[in-house]
């Protein structure tokens, strides 16, 4: 057998990169891959099924600024969607990094914060990026139904303080908002959804709240101790009658120590007084079954609330839902719903975002201004290349903006950062051989930061996916009830990107890791397809059928 080094020089002299289109994954993620190897022809296990597009796309994340601006992240795409505070749609702006969108907050400067995998970047007045910060530790991981950014994931910011839920990881990172620096560390029984931070409330210190879905559980910490303590409360979400084991999605606490929480099993929204008896006084919604009515939910699974809203949208509650695909604006007194919008993926026209002027010419409060951004405009750069050598990888950034710093590089293999490696160029080695290698360059101006990342690059010889145990399906087949369809296990190199198909008796009716039993499903047989794709080719499995009922 040769040795690695014996390999890899076959491998690399002389060789061909196959580019990999957008291979579609969970929520109609993507990721790419360029693979270093032999020339290979694709070879696919039978006929794959295409998974269906449509217009509507699920919202991943909610966030909503002192004028009442919503702003809304998704799975896909390089931008977020934004409404006035009366529902009217607002340009969209876009988004740097890569990856879901797995948190939003708005600090009291009114920024921006975009959590995107590992990078958390700082949009000013305007959209204009004022700086990106890097998590302390990789938050990276497959983007299938297990790792969805639509259940798991956060992010909230309370004065110099950010913290940061990661959707593969149990844990909390903390973080200084000026520096990024690290400050703490919570770790978590399991990964968490939704984060809020409480200011101090009469006797009661800030507290930061943690929605943990797979537990039914909210995990509630003191601020003075974090990372040295455990939860100095656990609140165990309580079933609203009928319907399964909550699962605690978006939370918001406002300036009176209000928590509200949205139950993403039972589609219901729940309100609770944290100051007194943590004593549950109101349910909103009409829970346990999905609707799509106003003023009902589906899959409740991220929530805003701007803590110190006084006047027209006081104590408002913006609620995004991943079974209808849309955003709503309800009173929490629930008496009223303002509006609902129904979510396309939004695209941001040439151009960006611009200097600091709203892209539609308006300011984020629906007021129309002339004016600048108050912050100078971080740097924007473009996403670096790899150059393949016989024995190395050079990461080549694009052209450095005027007024910046020379970049500096990092390399990730597999999605995690390799300790000491800050140059541009990157010597193959032993543990490189099927592993996928990326670099994420970083320049900063007087105003901040920027960071891009490379498509991956696969060192070794590719193997197309073959399933190893088909995937299966979860949950209570019955009306109103979410089913979960699992990848299965699966071989193949570089890893698979996986995509979804539902079928009822045969008929696609969905193309995502989660289906919501419809009246039509009953008495006829659903099955979820499974299609693995990687650089070398694809293949799908389908699981073992089941049968609703009413």
């Known amino acids: 057998m040769r040795s690695f080094w014996g390999r890899a020089a076959a491998i690399l002299a002389g060789a061909s990169l196959v580019l990999v289109g957008q291979i579609p994954a969970v929520g109609s993620e993507t990721a790419s891959t360029t693979t270093v190897g032999a020339t290979t022809t694709s070879e696919t296990s039978g006929a794959p099924l295409r998974a269906r597009t449509k217009g509507k796309v699920a919202p991943s994340a909610v966030a909503v600024d002192k004028k009442g601006t919503t702003y809304v992240g998704f799975g896909s795409g390089d931008a977020i969607a934004r409404f006035k505070v009366s529902g009217t749609k607002l340009a969209a702006w876009k988004i740097p990094g890569s990856g879901p969108v797995s948190g939003l907050a708005v600090d009291s400067r009114q920024r921006v914060w975009v959590l995107r995998d590992d990078v958390v970047a700082v949009l000013g007045r305007g959209g204009g990026t004022v700086k990106t910060v890097e998590r302390p530790s990789p938050d990276t991981c497959a983007r299938n139904a297990k790792a969805s950014a639509l259940k798991y994931g956060g992010l909230t910011v309370l004065g110099s303080r950010v913290f940061l839920a990661g959707r593969c990881t149990a844990r909390i990172d903390v973080l200084r908002a000026a520096s990024g620096a690290h400050v703490a560390t919570v770790r978590l029984p399991a990964r968490a959804r939704g984060l809020a931070v409480s200011p101090r409330v009469k006797k009661v210190k800030p507290r930061l709240f943690v929605a943990l879905p797979d537990k039914g559980t909210i995990q509630v910490f003191s601020l003075s101790n974090l990372g040295k303590r455990r939860a100095v409360k656990v609140l165990r979400i309580g079933k609203p009658g009928k319907g399964g084991r909550p699962a605690p999605s978006g939370i918001a606490v406002d300036s009176e120590g209000h928590l509200a929480v949205t139950d993403a099993r039972n ?284």
């Open 267 to 550: 589609q219901a929204v729940y309100l609770y007084n944290t100051v007194r008896s943590w004593n549950r006084y109101r349910v909103l919604g009409h829970p346990a079954r999905a609707r799509s009515s106003a003023g009902a939910l589906a899959r409740p699974t991220s929530l805003a609330q701007y803590a110190g809203a006084k006047g027209g949208f006081a104590r408002n509650l913006f609620i995004g839902e991943v079974g209808n695909k849309r955003v709503q604006r309800w009173d929490s007194g629930g008496g009223y719903t303002y509006w609902v919008r129904t979510l396309t993926l939004p695209t941001v026209r040439s151009g960006g975002n611009g200097n600091g002027t709203d892209p539609d010419g308006t300011d984020p409060d629906g007021t129309d201004e002339e004016g600048t951004d108050e912050e100078e405009t971080a740097p924007s750069i473009t996403r670096p290349t790899i150059q393949v050598g016989a024995d190395r990888l050079t990461c080549v950034p694009g052209p450095r903006p005027e007024g910046s710093s020379a970049y500096t590089f990092r390399w990730l293999r597999d999605g995690t950062v390799i300790g000491g490696e800050v140059s541009s160029v990157h010597l193959l080695v032993a543990a490189d051989e099927q592993s996928e290698l990326a670099c994420r360059v970083t320049t900063t101006n007087s105003a901040g930061s920027a960071t891009a990342t490379s498509a991956a690059v696969f060192v070794g010889t590719p193997s197309a996916p073959v399933s190893t145990s088909a995937p299966t399906i979860s949950g209570t087949a019955k009306v109103g009830r979410t089913l979960l369809c699992s990848t299965g296990t699966w071989s193949g190199a570089p890893a698979p990107r996986y995509a979804y198909v539902w079928t009822r008796d045969g008929v696609s009716v969905g193309n995502d890791p989660t289906y919501d039993v419809v009246a039509a499903d009953v008495g006829e047989p659903l099955a979820c397809t499974v299609i693995a794709s990687n650089s070398a080719g694809s293949a799908s499995a389908t699981s073992d059928p089941v049968v609703p009922t009413a």
